[in-house]
């Protein structure tokens, strides 16, 4: 590995990634390896041995599936009665949340997982609605005007909404529990943020203006006691990443992976993991999956870098990623540690033992790359363009 770790402060010593080492290749480990033709689909693995995901047929309809990992057998939670809706944007403990259009915009939705009880939360004109289902409560951004985003948090049980923040610079917030991380622009960059619920505080970060983030998932992570996110200098390759993070018990911000012609780019924290994607400048989503643990230790690769990484997400112990591109890429959940081989489960999403594409005319289904574990309720939404029918 060409880059290098810098030594932190003693006071993140308890979490510091002393030696990461990159392992050429993978590690063995318990992967579950769910395979799904031509369908990327949304997971949140609730209680260890369940995942729930979406799918949506050539017809348009929409189902979440509960898949049982041990058993290998699938229910559907909610059937093609929510097939008129968009796309669904978050799964959880709770319920579901999702946005259907409405006069051109979108309107966001929630579903009690116990009474079935439905109620609409909020509504964008512009349709650039972006949520996230934690803790009892939905954080949720809307379009102003100008084209930046307000942020606001509405509580499942008080059945009320509260403005948290304005002009944000970018849709896709991060939020765990009672805090909610975001960015927004400053003079020359970006400028990170975290709110705490409880404690009604907000808190600067960054300490410079940098650019943080890329493209392809959300800019901030939030783990047990930390808040972390890549970034660059103003001015360098878009794709020169570096790891920074902010301890949230004493209020210090320090580069946890930094390195010459190396890019870092951040997909989350678990159980005391950090999870990124190594490239090169110029590589992209392409680079090596790996996974540290912040105590110390060695860097594992969950996946080479042949391929691409475009949707990642971290809870607990778990590691979900697709690897090979969008439409035909392979959803992994990586469950326990050290992760041994994988094993693969099927299962299709139009209930007739055929590929997707098969119908004769080539119809794809369409999705949504929606990541969700854990109590981490963490987005990644891609709306997808569907192929015509023959």
């Given at each position: ?136 409560r939905i954080f949720l951004t809307t379009t102003e005007d100008d084209g930046r985003y307000d942020l606001a948090v509405y509580d499942l ?112 924290l678990g159980d005391g993991l950090l999870v990124y994607v190594e490239g090169t400048p110029g590589s992209g989503p392409a680079g090596a ?56 489960i099927d299962y299709c999403p139009n209930g007739d033992d055929t590929d997707d594409g098969s119908d004769g005319g080539g119809a794809v ?26």
């Amino acid at each position: 590995m060409s880059g290098r770790c810098r030594e932190m402060p003693a006071v993140l010593a308890a979490i510091a990634i002393v030696a990461l080492l990159v392992v050429a290749t993978p590690i063995a480990g318990t992967r579950r390896t769910l395979t799904v033709a031509r369908c990327v689909m949304l997971v949140d693995d609730l209680d260890g041995d369940a995942i729930i995901f979406s799918v949506r047929d050539p017809n348009d309809r929409t189902s979440v599936i509960r898949y049982d990992l041990n058993g290998t057998t699938s229910e559907v939670l909610f059937g093609p009665e929510i097939s008129d809706r968009a796309y669904l944007v978050d799964v959880g403990a709770e319920g579901v949340i999702w946005a259907m259009e409405e006069n051109g915009g979108s309107v966001l939705m929630y579903r009690d997982a116990d009474s079935g009880d439905e109620r609409r939360i909020a509504a964008d004109p512009d349709g650039h609605l972006f949520a996230v289902l934690t803790g009892g409560r939905i954080f949720l951004t809307t379009t102003e005007d100008d084209g930046r985003y307000d942020l606001a948090v509405y509580d499942l049980w008080l059945d009320s909404t509260t403005p948290i923040a304005a002009d944000l610079s970018d849709r896709r917030i991060t939020a765990r529990g009672d805090l909610v991380a975001y960015l927004r622009g400053g003079e020359s960059g970006d400028r990170a943020y975290v709110y705490n619920c409880t404690a009604d505080e907000e808190i600067r970060m960054s300490e410079d203006d940098v650019r943080i983030g890329g493209p392809m998932r959300p800019p901030l992570a939030i783990g047990d006691g930390l808040v972390a996110w890549s970034q660059r200098p103003v001015g360098s390759d878009p794709e020169d990443l570096d790891i920074h993070a902010y301890d949230l018990d004493d209020g210090t911000t320090v580069p946890l992976l930094e390195g010459e012609n190396v890019s870092y780019d951040l997909c989350g924290l678990g159980d005391g993991l950090l999870v990124y994607v190594e490239g090169t400048p110029g590589s992209g989503p392409a680079g090596a999956l790996m996974v540290a643990p912040l105590e110390g230790g060695p860097a594992i690769m969950l996946g080479d870098a042949g391929s691409v990484k475009g949707t990642v997400q971290v809870g607990g112990d778990t590691v979900a990623w697709v690897d090979g591109g969008l439409l035909n890429g392979t959803l992994y959940v990586s469950t326990e540690r050290p992760y041994p081989e994988p094993v693969v489960i099927d299962y299709c999403p139009n209930g007739d033992d055929t590929d997707d594409g098969s119908d004769g005319g080539g119809a794809v289904d369409g999705f949504q790359a929606s990541l969700a574990i854990g109590s981490i309720a963490l987005v990644a939404l891609v709306r997808s363009s569907r192929r015509g029918r023959g």
